[in-house]
């Protein structure tokens, strides 16, 4: 049947079981607005302060809920505003389509008003670009779009239309076609064919599972990596049985948190840059370590030549790109984590490693942090925070000393639980992501925790969460600093604070209330607490700003580039 | 070490961009590159020479396979695939240094393209090594200018991508 081509593209998505957008408008894209205008029933779209707020929305849905998001912008400043948004996601294999208009075509490469050559921009942090300059091909390059954004290793892509394919008086041949169809049909069935492309996720190789199974029925010392794989894959429940059924303990990485139960008697904590002693000394010491999911950063993988020196490495991945890549390794399985860690729990025996574990867990999985008597430490405030919110909330983190504090001090049981950006580092990242997970599931209580310098990248997404009643509680961790980089100029740089300064912060609390939130500012246990009860009370968007000192540091601490048991900081 | 690899995209604009972007991106340093359409006109062949080391070729041949315009990607083996360049060399020549000029073209299987007084424009199609050989017997000649395409290969034998 012929449609309006704006209709085709709606309806795409609803063939997806889009119900959500975050997006802002602009010229190049108006035609799209003018067509959600009659579908507002069908689909929700939340407008943000600012793009980039808009796409860690849609990220953080992504995240939170492990459907696709959709993020909508208009051409030029609007498309470059999501592009840190994108390569967030993009990091954090976060699937999530992008949808910007261009100039009309014969606009194109004419240096027109708010022309950009997005696709060029969005190449290198996209697992594919399209851009539209034929209505009819609409439906295929969608159904395409977001098979690519949701298989295989998740990530972002992006569409740019230009404005004359979205112009109302073009109409296009559109049939209507469930989601199960997509495959068997244009592009994407030819996708199929390809030795490259999982649009359908190969089953993984028996073999290579059962020489795993092998190599485990021959280790004393196996550490298990729950990695981010094991999140997005939503492997959390096979990867759970396996740990028990080997009894191995597990380290898990920042993109991990949520994959396997942090407060588990297996789990060993964060490993890497930041990890426990127990992590980092497992790894050093295990003969067989198994990664799944996880991509051997440089915050985890310090120095790849001395990480696991002692073990062999398997490498469990979906992405064949990965293997190999950062660190050697003797094994490897290429699939879904999902159904390996399945396969091979059916292929391996019962096990007991009590010595093994004895050994790590006399290093400390936790740090202890002292208390101060005059002012709230990190410590305290993740505790209390922990004491009173429900234990299923879900986590919001920005980037920095709070976002490694939180991740080591509370204990994220499934994915989606904790949303952080742990690839791309993007300060800025928690509050429209927090927002995107709240919207994502209603029913969870949200938390969003960051630092005085983080908050103030963004933070006019408090206009957002205030206007569509988006209950978040945030808590900035106010050291009146930029936490991180001052710890480097602590340890590294002989205390010169070059530019790490933050003293002349507004005032959060009055902040929060001129976009009409309620705030509280905090100083001992006890306000803190009432501020969260407060806060839960309300039921509506709350900031409470922690004052915390100024020189606290994050701990463990290993130097970039060194063997993970350095320590400069225990 | 220098390594071919041959890769079949879609014929679409933009997809040489993409290529090369991803060479860029992940620090690849390309030595050549070639493209020209197959004979389905909505495939092309991009040939590209990579000097590095194995890993890092098995990186880009990893890396390529991610992108949604490759269709196929593959190392070809040096004695396994017939690989040719083409050159076009202008020199200078007198009448007395014409003949001296013709006689290496017939040695190397060259082509004389162009001639003016003055001047020959010569043509090779063969390996990197035969073309530098080539040229090196010119420069007495006084080259005037020179042009090379990328190397572009298939492999030997009835086997194909």
């Not at chain 1, 049947?1 to 309806?11: C, N, P, Q, R």
């Not at chain 1, 953080?60 to 999501?82: D, E, I, M, Q, W």
């Not at chain 1, 049981?413 to 994502?440: C, E, H, I, R």
């Amino acid at each position: 049947m012929k449609v309006k081509s704006t209709v085709a593209i709606l309806e795409c998505l609803l063939e997806q079981g889009v119900d959500t957008i975050f997006g802002y408008p602009g010229g190049t894209i108006l035609n799209i607005y003018d067509e959600l205008y009659d579908y507002q029933d069908r689909l929700h779209h939340i407008l943000t302060a600012h793009e980039q707020g808009a796409a860690h929305a849609a990220d953080g849905y992504a995240r939170a809920t492990g459907k696709v998001g959709v993020c909508f912008a208009t051409s030029g400043p609007g498309a470059t505003n999501l592009t840190t948004g994108i390569a967030t996601a993009y990091y954090d294999s976060s699937p999530v389509v992008f949808i910007t208009c261009n100039v009309t075509e014969n606009l194109l490469g004419k240096d027109a008003f708010q022309e950009v050559d997005i696709t060029g921009i969005a190449m290198p942090i996209t697992k594919a670009t399209y851009l539209v300059r034929d209505p009819e091909t609409i439906p295929d390059i969608l159904r395409e779009a977001f098979a690519v954004a949701a298989t295989g290793r998740p990530g972002p892509v992006l569409i740019d239309f230009l404005k004359n394919v979205t112009a109302p008086d073009v109409l296009i041949d559109y049939e209507p076609m469930e989601r199960k169809e997509h495959i068997k049909h244009g592009r994407l069935q030819a996708l199929t064919h390809r030795i490259g492309w999982d649009i359908k996720t190969p089953e993984p190789n028996h073999e290579d599972i059962r020489k795993l199974a092998e190599m485990l029925q021959n280790s004393e010392k196996p550490l298990l990596i729950c990695g981010g794989g094991v999140v997005r894959g939503r492997a959390h429940e096979q990867f759970r049985t396996l740990a028990e059924k080997i009894d191995a303990p597990v380290a898990i990485t920042v993109m991990g948190g949520g994959g396997f139960p942090g407060g588990h008697e297996l789990a060993t904590g964060m490993i890497g840059m930041h990890g426990s002693q127990a992590s980092n000394m497992a790894c050093d010491n295990c003969d067989l370590l198994i990664a799944v999911g996880c991509r051997f950063s440089d915050r985890v993988a310090l120095d790849p030549e001395t990480f696991a020196s002692n073990a062999k490495i398997v490498h469990i991945d979906i992405d064949r790109a990965e293997i190999g890549k950062n660190v050697r390794t003797d094994h490897h399985i290429i699939g879904d984590a999902k159904r390996v860690l399945e396969l091979l729990c059916e292929m391996v025996e019962p096990m007991e490693h009590t010595r093994w574990k004895n050994f790590i867990f006399s290093y400390p999985k936790r740090v202890a942090y002292e208390d101060k008597p005059d002012q709230l430490t990190p410590q305290q405030v993740l505790e209390t925070i922990r004491q009173i919110v429900p234990g299923d909330s879900i986590v919001a983190t920005d980037v920095g000393q709070h976002q490694m504090w939180t991740i080591q001090h509370f204990n994220f049981d499934y994915p989606g639980q904790l949303l952080t950006s742990g690839g791309f580092g993007t300060m800025g990242f928690g509050l429209g992501a927090a927002l995107g997970a709240k919207v994502g599931c209603p029913d969870k209580t949200v938390l969003h925790i960051t630092g005085d310098g983080c908050f103030r990248m963004n933070g006019q997404e408090m206009a957002t969460e205030s206007h569509y009643d988006i209950p978040v509680i945030t808590f900035v961790f106010d050291n009146r600093t930029l936490g991180m980089v001052r710890q480097w100029q602590n340890l590294i740089y002989h205390k010169r604070f070059s530019q790490t300064d933050l003293g002349f912060a507004p005032d959060f609390v009055k902040l929060a209330e001129a976009y009409g939130l309620k705030g509280k500012r905090v100083t001992n246990v006890q306000e803190l607490e009432d501020a969260i009860h407060e806060a839960l009370e309300w039921g509506h968007g709350y900031v409470v700003d922690c004052m915390i000192d100024t020189d606290e540091m994050v701990r463990p601490m290993v130097g970039g580039g060194q063997p993970i048991t350095n320590f400069m900081l225990i | 070490m220098k390594q071919t690899i041959s890769v079949l995209v879609e014929n679409q604009a933009g997809v040489l961009n993409r290529i090369t972007n991803l060479f860029s991106r992940r620090a690849f340093n390309i030595e050549s590159l070639a493209v020209g359409v197959t004979d389905d006109p909505s495939i092309s062949r991009i040939t590209i020479i990579v000097d590095s080391g194995n890993s890092v070729v098995e990186q880009v041949e990893k890396q390529l396979n991610k992108l949604v315009d490759v269709i196929k990607v593959r190392t070809l083996e040096d004695d396994k695939m017939i690989a040719r360049e083409l050159l076009i060399v202008k020199v200078s020549c007198t009448v007395k240094t014409r003949t001296d000029i013709m006689n290496l073209c017939q040695i190397m299987g060259a082509k004389i393209a162009d001639v003016s007084p003055n001047t020959m424009t010569l043509e090779l199609s063969d390996t990197g090594d035969r073309l530098e050989l080539f040229l090196s017997l010119l420069r007495p000649f006084s080259i005037l200018e020179v042009a090379r395409t990328g190397l572009i290969a298939v492999q030997k034998g009835s086997g194909k991508m």
